[in-house]
RNA sequence: GCCGGGAUGGCGGAACUGGCAGACGCACCAGACUCAAAAUCUGGCGGUGGCAACACCGUGAGGGUUCGAGUCCCUCUCCCGGCACCA
C-alpha cells in the first residue's frame, strides 16, 4: 500500500544526480509550493466568495455534503466533488457568478454508533472532524465559498431543521400515529423503509434483521405528494438511472377502486385493481390477513381457524427473517435472504362470509391470505384467477373457479413463444389459448373480453385498454367504484430512538396530547447526555434526561418534550436552502436569495441516494412550498414551482484495481498520500481522465504518474519552452485548426460531464503544440483556461508567472472562444473503400464535390488493381469521410 | 420474474445522427542522452501469415438488415444496479 509512496514521483526535479539537482529544482514544477501558494493567496483575496446579492448571472453548483468521518475525506468524495467543481469552475470561466458551497452532516446513527464504538461522545468528535475534513477539502482546491459552510449540528443549523418541521406539521404533512414500523435492533431505534436492504436487513448493518414493530412514532406525509414526485420526474433533467429509481419506488399504478358488498350485510369491501376490465373474472376475493373487515364479517365458527392462520402467517414472517440470519452467520458471509416459498404455494382460510361481484351479481367466497398486503392498495383484491399468477395459483390449490374473460390476442401468443425460444413441448399458440379457455393456464397478456356483460355493460369483443374504460365507467355510474391511482411509497417515518440528532420539537401535556413548540423556543437543544446510548426498550436516550424533559405549555401547564430525535436525512433535505443564508439567525433562508438563487442550477451526486436523500429532499421542497414558506425563482423549464434541483447528475462509482474499495480489504484510497507525492491538481487530473465520469472508473497507482508527466511537460513547456511567440495568423493553419477543434470539443465535454475526453483533447492540442515550430498567445491561453477547471493552482501559476497576467485566472480568465470556419482543415485525408474494406486512403481539399470523390477514388491504382477491367457496379460517395466502390 | 446499464488491445478507456475501430493515457519494446541507472526525449505497439508490398481475422456468442454495423433489429451468455406475492 505505502510502495508507490517511496517512490519518487517522475520529474519533481529532485534527481539522485548531486550536480543536476541544484539547476533543476529551481525550475521543475513543485507542486507543493504552489499549490500552498494559491491557496493562501485566493483565500487572502477571497477568490471563491461570491457576493450572493450583487451576483449578477447566478449559477449554484451543489454536491451532496459528506459525512465528516474520524477516518477523514475519502477518494469516493474527493471523486465526486472534483467532478463538481470541474463544472462550477467551468462555468465561472464561462462568466457565471458560481456559488460552490459545501458543509457537514454530522448528525446521525453513523456519527453516533462510531462514537459508542470509540467510547466517546460524539459532540467531542465531530469539531476534529470538520476541522480535518476543511483541511482537506482546502487541499484539494475546491472552490467553496467558506464563508456559507454549514454544519447540521449546531444549533444554529438545527433550530432551522425544527423549523422545517413545525411548518410541516403546520400545514399537516407531519403527525404522530403508531404503525408497524422497521426496528433495528443494533441501531436501537426505528428507521425508514427506505433504509431497509431489499434483503431484510438494515443498511447500516447488513447482517442485522429489521424488525417490524408496532410504536408511537412521527410521519411526514410524503403520500400526499406521491403524485407530483412521480409526475415530474418526467420532466425534470437529471440522470436517467437516477429517475427510474424513483419511479420505481414511488410505484404508481393506474386502475380502479372498486366495492363489492359484503352479502347479507350491511358492509363492503372495497379493492383495488390494475385490471377492472377482468372483473367479470373475479370468482373470489381475498383480504389481508389483518384487514380490520375480517372480524367483522366473519363466520362465528371459522374465528378460530382464523387465529390460527394469522398466527401461522406471523410465524412464517419470523422464521423468513431469521432462517436467512442463520445462514448469514453461519457462512460468514452476507448473502441474500432466502427467497419466501415458492409463490405458488399459496395458503389461506375461507372466512365464511361471502361477497357480491357487483358485475355478475354472483355471490362469492372471501379468504384471507398472506399474498394480500395490508400495506398496499385497500388490503383486499378481487381475485381473477384466469388472468392474474398469484390468483391461478390460489385458485388451483384450493379448487375455485377460473372463468376466463379475455380470448388471448393470437399475434401476442405467437410473440410470447418467439422470446421464449424453441418450446419443450409442443406448446403451439393454437394449444395456449385453448388452455386458457379452458382454464388450465393463466393469460396476464392483450386479448379481447369474453364473456364479460350483464344486462347494463357489455366489454365483449373490447380489447384490454377499452374494456378497462368501459367497465370503469360504468362502475362510477352506478356509484360501485371510479378510476384510481395507488402508490407503492409510503409515509417517511422520522422518528430515531435515538441521541443524536435534533429533538422533535413537540411537547407533551398531560393527557398525552402532543403540541408544537413556539417557534420563538427554538432551538430545542439537545441536553447533553454522559450515556447517549439507546437503552434497547424503544424509547430514546433524551427519556433519561429527566430536567431537560420537564417544561410547560405556553399557558404555564407542565408538559413534556418528545423524546425522539428526528431522522438525519431531515437535516439534509433542506441544506441547500441554507447555504444561502448559513449565518443568519432571524431566519433560515432569506427569500430574496431564494428567488434568486434557487434552485439549484446543477446538482451532482452518488446514485446510491436516489430514493433516501433524493426523494425526501424532492419532498421537503414540494411541502415547503405547498406550506407557503418557500417561493423559489421562476424557471421556465421547471414545470413545478416546488422542485429544487433544475439538474442532476450521478457521477460513477470508483474502484481500485478493479476491486471495490473496502476497509477490510485494505485498499482504500486515501488522498493525502496522493495530493503528499503527486499534487492536489495532479490526483484530480487523473481523477478526471481515469474514465467517465458519470460511469465511474478504476483507479490505479502506475496510471496517475502518466497525468503526473503531462503536467510536468506543461510546466516546463510554459515557463521553460523556446517557441516563438507570434501572432495566431502565422501559425501553420493546422495548429490553429487544432486549437479551435479542441475549444469546440471541450466545451461539448464539459457539458456533458465528459471530462476524460475533454482531457484527452487537450492532451492532444498540447502535443501538437509542443512539436510546432511556434506558438502564439490564443494557443497558450487556450490549453490553459481549457485545462483550468482540472488543476486549478497549476493553472493560476501558469496564468500569473507564466503569462504574466496581473489578476488571477479565476477572476479575469474567459473561457476561449472557437470559431466555426477555423475547425475544419483546407484539405481532410478520405478512405478509400472497395467492396466496403478499406484499401486506400488520399487526400483532398475539404470541400472537393461528389464527382470529384468519385473520380480521385477509381484513379486509386488500389482500387484499380481490386477492380480489374470491370467497371464499378455503384459507387457511394461520402463527403468528407470516404468513397465506396463496389466492383 | 420485471425494469435499467454494461461487455472493445496486455490494462484504463475513445469512436458525431451507421462511414477509416483502438483517440488519449498506462504498461511494454527499440533508439538517443549517460561511465551507468533513473528521469527526459524520439520511434514502435490488436492478432495471424509474410523479408516486404500486402493479405486475412478482429468490438461477449450466434443470426439478420445494409454498399458499409462497435453503433440498428432478433436470440443467447455473463457482469453491475433498481424493484419484486404491489393486486
Redesign the pocket.
Known sequence: MAGFINQ?A??T?L???PK?GVFMAERAYDPAAVEKKWQQHWEKQGINDVDLHAAKDPYYVLMMFPYPSAEGLHVGNVYAFTGADVHGRHHRLRGRDVFEPIGFDAFGIHSENFAMKVNRHPKELVPANVANFTRQLKMMGFMFDWRHSVDTTSPDYYKWTQWVFLQLYKAGFAYRDVKEVNFCPECGTVIAD?QV??EGTCERHPETLVQRRKMPCWFFRTTAFADRLERNLHWLDWS??TK??QL??I?R?I?AEIRFAVAGKDEQIP?????PDTLFGATYM?L?PDHPLVDRIAAPEKKEEITRYREEVERRREAERQGPAEDVISKGARE?AA???P?????GVEIGARAVNPATGEEIPIFI????????????????PAH????F?FAKRFGLTIRPVFNPDVKAVEELQ????PQKDDMTPQRIRQSVLEGDLCWTGPGTAINSANEEVSLNDLPVEEAKERITRWLTGKKLGKAET?F?LRDWGISRQRYWGPPVPIVYDEDGNPHPVPEDQLPITLPDLEDFRPKGDGRGPLASATEWLKTTLPDGQPATRETDVMDNFLDSAWYYLRYVSANDPERPYDPELIRKWLPVDMYIGG??H??LHLLYTRFICLALTEAGVLEMGERPEMKDRGEPFRKFRAHG?IVKD?AKMSKSKGNVVIPDEYVDAYGADTLRLYLM????YL????F?D??I??????V??LH?WFFEGNQPVVPDEELPRPLRVKTHQTIRKVRN?MDNL?Y??A???I??L??EA??AEATSDFVRESLILCLAPFVPYFAEEVWREALGKPESIWTSGRFPEYREEMTVEDE????I?F?????D?VTVPKDASREDLEQVALGSE?IRK?LGDRDPR?I?V?PG??V?V?G
Open positions: 519518487r517522475p520529474g526535479g534527481c539522485n544526480h543536476a427506505e436492504l431489499p436517467e438511472k427510474l429509481a420505481n419506488w410505484g399504478s386502475g379493492v383495488f385493481t390494475t385490471r381475498v389481508a441474500p427467497e419466501r416459498p409463490a405458488d404455494e399459496k395458503t391470505s398472506d399474498y394480500v398486503l395490508m400495506e398496499y392498495g385497500t388490503g383486499a383484491i378481487m381475485a381473477v392474474d399468477d398469484r390468483d395459483a418467439l422470446t421464449q425460444g395507488t407503492r446514485n446510491e436516489a430514493v462509482l478493479g481522465f481515469l474514465g467517465p460511469q465511474g472508473g478504476d490505479r502506475k496510471d504518474q502518466g497525468a503526473r508527466r503531462f510536468n511537460r516546463a465535454d465528459a476524460n475526453t482531457i484527452a483533447a492532451m492532444e498540447f502535443n509542443r512539436a481532410i485525408e478520405i478512405a473503400q467492396n466496403g474494406k478499406v484499401r486512403r488500389k481490386n455503384k457511394i461520402v469521410r470516404l465506396n463496389i
